[in-house]
């Protein structure tokens, strides 16, 4: 039973770039949640995604934007890249009953130079 | 402004020994709250949740603590193990069921 994947496990960009990241959730689950965790903080929620569709958002700007498939994988975009949006990229998955225990993928490590 | 804070960002702690981590909150419509654990190149890991109508929840070597009044929890670990060196995240759930995470705290399990 794979757990929740991420690609790619680092990347490196500079400012002005856009980039995607990827996160294929645990079998049996279709809600999708990314988060943000900069150096020496706690994980901050980007957005959610379910049946396709953002169903909640946290205090991120549009550059952030998100992608569910009918598979219930997921994509996040981030335009315009900004040195501050270095950052590990989390992905958790959970089942669509709100509150559910989430599970975790090993992230991303984006660094913008 | 921070509305979970876990004020240690690192506790050492003897093999066998009790671990205890602190975190507090200010929030008081937080419902549910959480442990994360982090080890290194992996994601975190959920370990024990309380509601916020109980004051105890207990899982093994793991029981966490819910203080209301004081807007205080935390986690005791015991015994100690050297696999429980990772870092500890305290999380607690919104209204909009949204999980608002502390900085973590890293344990370090002395043999």
């Known amino acids: 039973d794979a757990g929740v994947t991420q690609s790619p496990t680092h990347l490196i960009k500079t400012r002005g770039q856009q980039v995607t990241l990827r996160c294929s959730p645990k079998s049996g689950h279709d809600t999708v949640s990314w988060y943000q965790q900069a150096l020496g903080q706690g994980p901050q929620f980007i957005f959610q995604y379910y049946e396709e569709e953002e169903r909640q958002r946290g205090n991120f700007p549009d550059r952030f934007s998100g992608h569910q498939f009918p598979n219930y994988s997921s994509e996040l975009n981030v335009n315009a890249l900004l040195l501050g949006d270095s950052a590990l990229y989390l992905c958790a998955s959970s089942l669509a009953r709100l509150g559910e225990t989430q599970y975790f993928g090993p992230g991303t490590r984006l660094l913008v130079l | 402004d921070q509305q979970v804070k876990q004020n240690s960002p690192s506790l050492s702690v003897q093999e066998g020994r009790i671990s205890i981590l602190n975190c507090d909150y200010t929030?008081?419509?937080?419902?549910?709250f959480l442990w994360y654990k982090k080890y290194p190149a992996e994601g975190p890991t959920f370990l024990i949740s309380i509601s916020s109508i109980k004051d105890k929840n207990e899982d093994g070597r793991f029981t966490v603590f819910l203080n209301k009044s004081a807007k205080h929890l935390s986690l005791h670990i015991v015994p100690s193990q050297p696999g429980d060196s990772a870092v500890y995240f305290c999380?607690?759930?919104?209204?909009?069921?949204?999980?608002?995470w502390g900085a973590g705290t890293k344990l370090i399990i002395k043999p």
């Open positions: 929030n008081s419509m937080f419902d549910y």
């Open positions: 999380a607690a759930r919104d209204s909009n069921y949204q999980l608002i």
